[in-house]
């Protein structure tokens, strides 16, 4: 089935790529929104995650699936921003505004602070186990890293989070 | 009270709500089917980002702490993207409950620096020359910080040095005691340095923003010959970028270049305590230079 995919995608046939956009960009754009905390450089990202999928489609052997496949690319392209990011934070005028961003999900404002004071490696494998909800082996191939180690930072992420929320829920049930 | 896995549960769905904007499939697709279009774009785009990238490693970092090797490049860079522009104005501000105030200005001209800090008290001062010689020579030297050059309401409980980890990536997460141990390892001298070990890693104070005041401290990397720079502090344990302070104490855990051929690898924390400040800071090129009567102004609030 995806061979076929890989085949229209190959001759940019239009309303194969605008399935395939339709049908991933949601959650590539929410695993990079999450990873950043900047909505504009998620939604960049995800472009140009599309962008280099299809510029490499012919190298996508179906070893595992698109989605897969697709959040490699998304990692790689979040990583290679991450490595750019780490030299303008602190003096980037944009940065505040990354912070301001996090406002944009009230709903999980606990959680999503929470998340972010993780060590980005365990971050990026809790938000695609349980956000994403891919296998081990998935986040393996995503990320590029042993299973043993995911299962070891999902445990520390989990842990570390626990401790954070509810920490959080004491507050606020002493403040009320 | 312990979160329970029914509220564990939930937090992570309200997660997975996050929907991305309605325009983002229309843009994507339209990238795909028009790679001129895009390509321009994109050009723009990176351009951009790299230009400020650039900007910022000559302003801020080419002209006082890093390498002489690394600076040169960057500064080259920046003539270059600039067409021969060599004199910068940076202005910077702290930002407290949502007000900013200006805490300082910088300006640059070919390797001269003149730095203008508002103090505690409001008044604007030049920084003292043995402090900009000191960030000058900063970079691969021991830290050295003494609580006379923090200000006011920041003050320095102790300060650690330890040694980096194995990873470049893990530089800024450590476990305390496998620190300790491989610097009694290093400091023996038994052992040669392994690569990405502390001999390619140091870290000196940021003094941007606040009144000489450490609000984060910079990282810098060297991975073969080229020098990158992290930022960030460990906060309560956990990596975290400078704007994610909060109140509280914060633990800094410094990195030191071993490399130096100074007497290094003395272990210090450096605990802050006080409400951290966010920082913001503007750029301005293409040839200002500090005014005449700049040395005496009341703070400015925005």
């Known amino acids: 089935m995806e061979s076929l995919l890989v085949e229209k995608l190959k001759v940019k046939d239009t309303d194969t790529i605008n399935k395939w956009v339709a049908e991933h960009q949601s959650d590539l754009y929410r695993f990079l929104r999450q990873l950043t905390r900047h909505t504009e450089t998620a939604e960049d990202l995800t472009q140009q995650t599309f962008i280099k999928a299809i510029r490499s489609v012919n190298s996508f052997e179906g070893r595992c699936s698109m989605r897969t496949w697709l959040h490699r690319i998304a990692f790689n392209e979040y990583a290679a921003w991450r490595r750019r990011h780490k030299i303008l934070a602190p003096l980037n005028p944009s940065w505040g505004k990354a912070d301001s961003n996090i406002g944009d999900v009230d709903a999980t404002e606990g959680l999503f602070q929470a998340l972010h004071r993780l060590h980005p490696a365990q971050r990026e494998a809790f938000l695609l186990f349980e956000v994403q909800e891919m296998s081990l082996e998935e986040i393996s191939e995503v990320t590029g890293d042993p299973v043993g180690t995911i299962k070891s930072r999902l445990h520390h992420a989990r842990e570390k989070l626990r401790r954070e929320l509810s920490h959080s829920f004491q507050q606020v049930i002493h403040e009320h | 009270m312990n979160i329970n896995d029914k509220q564990f549960k939930q937090e992570i769905e309200a997660l997975k709500e996050e929907s991305s904007p309605s325009s983002l499939e229309a843009r994507i697709v339209n990238a795909i089917l028009d790679p001129k279009k895009n390509k321009s774009r994109y050009a723009g785009r990176i351009l951009g980002v790299g230009i400020s990238t650039l900007l910022v490693g000559a302003i801020v970092f080419g002209a006082t702490m890093v390498p002489r090797v690394a600076t040169a490049a960057a500064v080259q860079q920046v003539r270059e993207a600039f067409g021969g522009v060599t004199r910068y104005h940076t202005r910077t501000y702290n930002v407290i409950e949502g007000r900013r105030r200006k805490v300082s200005d910088s300006y640059f001209e070919g390797n001269r620096r003149e730095t203008f800090i508002t103090n505690s008290n409001g008044a604007v001062i030049k920084l003292p020359e043995e402090l900009e010689q000191y960030q000058e020579n900063f970079a691969g030297q021991v830290i050295d910080l003494s609580p006379s050059q923090l200000l006011d309401n920041r003050k320095i409980i102790n300060v650690m040095v330890m040694i980096a ?134 703070i400015k609030e925005e």
């Open chain 2, 165 to 298: 980890p194995d990873s470049i990536s893990d530089a800024i997460v450590v476990d305390p005691q496998e620190l300790n141990a491989s610097q009694e390892t290093q400091n023996s001298g038994k052992d040669k340095p392994t690569k990405n070990s502390v001999n390619e890693i140091q870290v000196v104070p940021a003094f941007i923003g606040g009144e000489y005041g450490i609000e984060s401290l910079r990282i810098l990397l060297k991975n073969e010959d080229l020098w990158v720079i992290e930022h960030g502090i460990i906060l309560n344990g956990h990596y975290t970028d400078c704007y994610e302070l909060k109140k509280g104490t914060i633990k800094f855990v410094v990195f030191v270049d071993a490399t130096s051929k100074l007497p290094l690898l003395t272990r210090q924390t450096l605990e802050i305590e006080g409400e951290p400040l966010i920082t913001e800071v503007e750029y301005d090129y293409g040839g200002t230079l500090p005014p005449k009567d700049f040395s005496v102004q009341s």
